[in-house]
Nanobody
Framework: QIQLVESGGGLVQPGGSLRLSCVVSREIFTLSVLAWYRQAPGKQRELVASITTDNRMNYADFVKGRFTISRDNARNTVYLQMNSLKPEDTAVYYC????????WGQGTQVTVFE
């Protein structure tokens, strides 16, 4: 069974940092692109960042220079380091593995408040 389990969300003030983690089933971790999406209230889910199996990274323009995606093969874990957080980064963040079946984690809430 494919599983993705996120953690690391929370409350933070503008300018602060958080690191999200997603533990991924071993059988897909080494074979699939992994990605982070987010969904704010009333908005569509949007791609934040992705990383290939050979560590090529892609970022949405609105997080470039602030967020970093990485993967730890020994821990079957993909991370999203979020720095310089803004109130507009407030959303539920989801881990995604599109192969072999498009799979999602349960989401973790990130709230950036004054």
């Amino acid at each position: 069974q494919i599983q993705l389990v996120e953690s690391g969300g929370g409350l933070v003030q503008p300018g602060g940092s958080l690191r999200l983690s997603c533990v991924v089933s071993r059988e897909i971790f080494t074979l699939s692109v992994l990605a982070w999406y987010r969904q704010a209230p009333g908005k569509q889910r949007e791609l934040v960042a992705s990383i290939t199996t050979d560590n090529r990274m892609n970022y949405a323009d609105f997080v470039k220079g602030r967020f970093t995606i990485s993967r730890d093969n020994a821990r079957n874990t993909v991370y999203l380091q979020m720095n310089s957080l803004k109130p507009e980064d407030t959303a539920v963040y989801y881990c995604n593995a599109p192969w072999p079946v498009n799979s999602w984690g349960q989401g973790t809430q990130v709230t950036v408040f004054e």
